[in-house]
């Protein structure tokens, strides 16, 4: 028979090897062409979430409530509302000495109500896990309606890695009507922070032999603040930013603001650089800044203005 990447059961001899489940190797050649490679990824893709009647899907994952050794988390930040940031995952077992990692797969569960629809991916770089196209292959898959990404690494040159860190980040842009749903009672308190909770599961961390690691996961909550709230937008007569784009020095011309602290904001809300305003006319550099949109907050006393420049 000829085997093609449909969703029906195809007949398939056994292969020589099984793995440590005794789930023959055949199963992994999602595409059917005989060998296991980054070209399975595609029906993996194609057909993901379809299930079987061979097993129980409620039964296929453990809770992950391993309290101590190996734990799997989203770092926290703060950030602001409509800015597109980037969560380093991080697989942690500093409690633990020399586990050998050979793939993880797991689910970052978030709030869909703050993640613009359909923004949430994996960024994956150089890690202690691998080098993805090269020793590493990786897959990822949102579900924003649930509020879902589910996520799997693996290595590809058949050798464990110890290690620890940042394996992946998830990348997302914040919605930027977070706010506007506040109740009145946090409106007239004159809330500018509400979290976000990032949770992870259905994780499954394995070894080269394909022997499960026990792994726990920790919730972690991020803050979001409204960047609309949290400062004031003025005419462009208040101050001049140029030039704009930058490539060097951004200049400041302050009017009557000579007394005032500038800061420098990305777009995830964190102050990359803050100086006094000694006069009328301020130079900063931004040579070493991320080619990027970023904010100028001028703070004079009770009073803080806006405005942006482009980085090169």
């Not at 898959?141 to 860190?165: E, H, Y």
């Not at 792994?215 to 462009?236: F, H, M, R, W």
Request: aromatic fraction near 8%; charged fraction near 20%.
């Amino acid at each position: 028979m000829n085997a093609n990447s449909n969703w029906i059961g195809q007949n398939a001899a056994d292969w020589n090897e099984s793995f440590i489940d005794n789930l023959n190797y055949k199963h992994a050649d999602a595409d059917g062409n005989g060998t296991v490679d980054i070209l399975d990824l595609f029906p993996l893709a194609a057909h993901w979430g379809s299930v079987h009647n061979f097993k129980d899907t409620e039964d296929q994952f453990d809770d992950n409530s391993v309290k101590n050794g190996v734990q799997l988390y989203v770092q926290v930040d703060t950030f602001t509302t409509g800015s597109q940031v980037q969560l380093p995952v991080i697989l942690d077992n500093s409690d633990t000495e020399n586990v050998e990692v050979y793939g993880v797969a797991f689910s970052i569960n978030y709030d869909q109500e703050k993640v613009t629809a359909n923004t949430a991916n994996i960024i994956v770089d150089d890690s202690w896990l691998g080098t993805e196209n090269d020793d590493m292959i990786t897959i990822s898959k949102d579900f924003w309606s649930a509020g879902r990404i589910d996520v799997a690494l693996s290595r590809t040159d058949g050798q464990n890695v110890t290690g620890q860190g940042k394996i992946c980040a998830l990348d997302i842009i914040i919605e930027d009507v977070i706010f506007a749903s506040l109740s009145e009672q946090d409106s007239a308190q004159g809330a500018e922070l509400v979290d976000i909770e990032f949770t992870i599961d259905n994780i499954r961390l394995i070894n080269q032999l394909g022997e499960e690691i026990p792994v726990g996961a920790t919730t972690t909550t991020s803050k979001v603040q409204d960047l609309n709230t949290s400062i004031t937008p003025v005419s462009e007569t208040t101050f001049e930013v140029y030039p704009n784009p930058v490539a060097d020095y951004v200049k400041i011309d302050l009017d009557q603001l000579s007394n005032a602290d500038i800061d420098i904001i990305d777009m995830n809300g964190r102050i990359v650089t803050s100086v006094p305003a000694y006069n009328s006319n301020t130079k900063i550099n931004v040579t070493d800044l991320y080619s990027g949109v970023y904010i100028i907050q001028i703070r004079d006393g009770a009073a803080t203005y806006i405005s942006k420049f482009i980085k090169k």
